[in-house]
């Protein structure tokens, strides 16, 4: 079960460039938390089952950008995964 911290943050995640102003601000105004405790959130909702079972296409692409991302980083740094 998704807890409700956790749907407010999968909702933010979802819609965030509705917000007024920088990401970092509206994470505080809305989640009422600091932009690496979200980010710590995030990170383990990207795993998290029941999140992809709440917000199937916010966590499908927060896994795409991660996996980008470290493709990304290993062909910089030489390395295979």
Same mark, same amino acid.
């Given at each position: 079960m998704v807890s409700d911290?956790?749907?407010?943050?999968?909702?933010?995640?979802g819609s965030w460039w509705?917000?007024?102003?920088?990401?970092?601000r509206a994470i505080r105004e809305y989640l009422d938390m600091s932009a690496a405790r979200y980010y710590e959130v995030v990170r383990r909702l990207i795993d998290d089952d029941t999140a992809l079972?709440?917000?199937p296409m916010t966590v499908r692409r927060l +896994? %795409?950008?991660?996996?980008?991302?470290?493709?990304?980083?290993? +062909? %910089?740094?030489?390395?295979t995964q």
């Open positions: 911290r956790d749907r407010r943050v999968l909702d933010f995640e509705l917000f007024p102003g920088p990401k970092d079972t709440y917000a +896994r %795409r950008m991660r996996k980008d991302r470290l493709e990304q980083i290993a +062909r %910089r740094t030489g390395t």
